[in-house]
């Protein structure tokens, strides 16, 4: 599902207000560039699961077009994901914005989409809007997957502020 509703029921992202409002005040410091970072706390990779963010670890974007596409170093992704390992965390998900797009996954956020199960939550400046989704594999067995040579696919899941 990538029509932007939000499901009544399925996964779900809790994050707390503190958490959201320092991602939105950094996508709004960041922009015109996409603001990045990863999720720490504990994962849920049930269908229906509740993951739940305790920490955010911003990352510098390094794409080679920060304005539209975003990239984490891969050296600086493992410092942090060793960090969330010393802190008995696990990850979560990752976040990024769009300054001037909407609050769900563009294509190329579905090309570069890697860590299956895992929450990306998109922030959107022009309208202010968060969006929050799983990458799913295509190999569910299921009638949801996108298109024949996919890999996976973006399913929408509730985003609930704590």
């Not at 950094?26 to 015109?32: M, W």
Request: charged residues 35%.
């Amino acid at each position: 599902m990538t029509d932007g509703s939000v499901p009544e029921s399925g996964p779900a992202l809790v994050v707390p207000a503190e958490i959201r409002d320092r991602i939105l005040e950094r996508a709004r410091e960041g922009q015109p560039e996409e603001i990045c970072g990863i999720f720490g706390g504990e994962y849920d990779s049930a269908p229906d699961g509740r993951s739940r963010v305790r920490s955010q670890y911003p990352a510098e974007n390094v794409a080679e077009t920060p304005r539209t596409r975003y990239r984490i170093d891969p050296e600086a992704q493992l410092e942090i994901f060793e960090r969330l390992e010393d802190r008995g965390e696990e990850i979560v998900g990752f976040y990024h914005s769009h300054p001037r797009g909407p609050p769900r996954p563009s294509e190329t956020d579905a090309a570069q989409a890697t860590w299956p199960d895992r929450s990306y939550l998109i922030v959107s400046l022009e309208p202010l809007e968060i969006g929050s989704w799983r990458w799913r594999e295509c190999d569910t067995g299921d009638d949801t997957a996108s298109k024949p040579g996919e890999e996976g696919r973006f399913e929408r899941e509730r985003l609930v502020v704590d």
